[in-house]
């Protein structure tokens, strides 16, 4: 074999032990991160969620799904964070314990998860309280946002996730959560685990993603079944658990408890299924948003309508974060359509994406809509065609998600227009429209660390992850498999992670 052959493949192998030894040096927050990233790819995903803070998730939650290199997303509340004794006076339960802000700090840090807010004190932000009957004014609903949040900030956490207590919401608290949190993790109170309906398929919903709750009389088996549609799928699976007992959990589903050793089964299957571990934030379509001004924060820079009459700028905090200041007040014609036109935008047609806007319908009149478009152009800046998307016609708040693959080569250029059809009773406020790359149409990555699409992480995979090994300005085909432009420990870490049997 000719020199200069050997040398190439010694040099190989001496970055690749090299890189091994690096790995193996890594702390177990630096580790466990590598394998918690979240992908834009199509994937089945898993997200652990975790409600309350009790003191459990630290000593028997962090540490087991660790074990199978998967973390978790707790959501703490605030005013309970210390109490250490039971019993207490916690809303929750006040016969559990719950971390110490020291305690929160080494889950976020050492572990690699996310801290979340649920609430100051555990009330029910829009039902009457069921001790006291006493129903929160919307101060004070909005308080139990903003000082949670503010609470976990003089932490040092910066919270983007919310859970409401009881999963009591409706759409005006919706609304308000909207506007200080990305992500809002509902709850579930029963679940039909012989029906496919708890399911977030691609792109999902960041403010009402389906969860499946975990507690005393649900089996591993039962989970197993989710985790297994999920596969199939390629849904984004969200569990719910609370307090996690290592042992004697109470099969009472009011209890809230689960016991340290279905956690464990529940992982492992998970990690052998293949499915992506993901914080909540984490778990939704990320990235740069292509779109100008798409906040409105800039007032009317990049956009223009046909009916300055019915598509006004409205600077009354009507939007979502994270800048919910400015956004667009939607009101419907009598006699015409009216259109709002975002500037044209320079895309790839080879690549995929997913446009998000945040959509808040105050009232409908029966026959008025909001409906989404997609006008295409080539690289002159000729029109193509247009591809009609998700519109709606009742009240509702959400994050109006959905895909977008360019019709032909020849697109080069897209405009997105939002169209509210002629009627009349009809008002919404539209903000934080977001055009995102998700994907080259010549790279799919199934399985996390499949680069060349073969289906399986192998030689071929961490072929290229060597060859690429600390360029910088590197895609997803070239090995950055978390998207930090360079090929790097944390990508090697990955096609090792998922290598294939």
């Known amino acids: 074999m000719p020199r200069s052959i050997l040398d190439k493949i010694q040099s190989k192998f001496t970055i690749f032990f090299t890189v091994i030894a690096l790995i193996a040096s890594l702390s177990l927050s ?48 605030t005013g309970c964070v210390g109490m250490t004794t039971a019993p207490n006076t916690c809303a929750a339960d006040t016969d559990k314990t719950y971390m110490t802000w020291d305690q929160i700090l080494s889950v976020k840090n050492s572990y690699g998860w996310e801290i979340g807010s649920h609430t100051i004190d555990h009330s029910e932000l829009v039902s009457p309280d069921e001790n006291t009957g006493i129903v929160l004014t919307d101060a004070e609903r909005i308080n139990e946002l903003v000082q949670s949040k503010a609470d976990l900030a003089a932490h040092g956490i910066d919270a983007t996730s919310f859970a409401d207590p009881y999963g009591d919401w409706n759409m005006q608290s919706l609304a308000e959560i909207a506007k200080y949190y990305a992500v809002h993790r509902p709850f ?10 708890h399911n977030n398929a691609y792109p999902y919903s960041d403010l009402l993603p389906y969860v499946v709750q975990v507690t005393g009389g649900v089996s591993v088996d039962q989970i197993k079944l989710q985790i297994d549609r ?29 016991n340290t ?30 779109v100008n001004n798409g906040s409105f924060e800039n007032g009317q820079t990049g956009w223009t309508t046909d009916a300055p009459s019915n598509v006004v700028l409205d600077t009354g905090n009507n939007g979502s974060y994270p800048s919910p200041t400015n956004s667009i007040m939607l009101t419907s ?57 998700p519109s709606e016609g009742s009240v509702w708040v959400e994050m109006l998600n959905f895909n977008y693959v360019p019709s ?52 071929l995979d961490l072929s290229i992850v060597l ?26 870490s990955l096609v090792l992670t998922n290598w294939s049997n």
């Open 408 to 459: 032909s080569s020849n697109v080069a250029q897209v405009r997105i227009q939002v169209v509210v059809t002629a009627g009349t009773g009809l008002s919404a406020f539209l903000d934080n429209v977001q055009l995102i790359q998700v994907a080259g149409s010549g790279v799919v990555v199934v399985v996390l660390g499949d680069i060349d699409g073969s289906g399986k992480v192998d030689a």
């Open 230 to 258: 999920a596969k199939a799928n390629n849904y984004l699976l969200v569990l719910v658990f609370h307090d996690i007992l290592n042992g004697n959990a109470s099969s009472n589903p009011d209890y809230y408890e689960y």
């Open 333 to 389: 014609n009598p006699n015409q359509d009216s259109h709002l036109f975002f500037d044209l935008i320079p895309i790839s047609s080879v690549n995929s994406y997913v446009v998000k806007s945040y959509l808040n319908v105050l009232s409908v009149d029966g026959t008025s809509q909001v409906g989404f478009y997609i006008d295409e152009y080539d690289i002159n800046g000729n029109y193509l065609s247009t591809q009609a998307k």
């Open 30 to 77: 630096g580790f466990i991160k590598a394998q918690a990233i979240a992908t834009n790819a199509v994937v089945p995903k898993i997200s652990f969620t975790f409600d309350d803070g009790y003191s459990s998730v630290l000593s028997q939650a962090a540490p087991t799904l660790a074990s199978y290199g998967y973390t978790g997303t707790s959501f703490v509340i």
């Open 188 to 197: 579930a109170d029963t679940v039909d685990y012989a029906n496919n309906n």
């Open 261 to 290: 050793s279905d956690l464990a089964q529940i992982a492992a299957y998970a990690q052998q299924q293949g499915l992506v571990n993901t914080n909540m934030t984490e778990a939704f379509i990320n990235g740069t948003n292509l």
């Open 467 to 492: 060859s690429n090994w600390g360029k910088t300005g590197m895609t997803l085909a070239d090995g950055d498999l978390d998207a930090s432009g360079t090929v790097d420990a944390l990508d090697l």
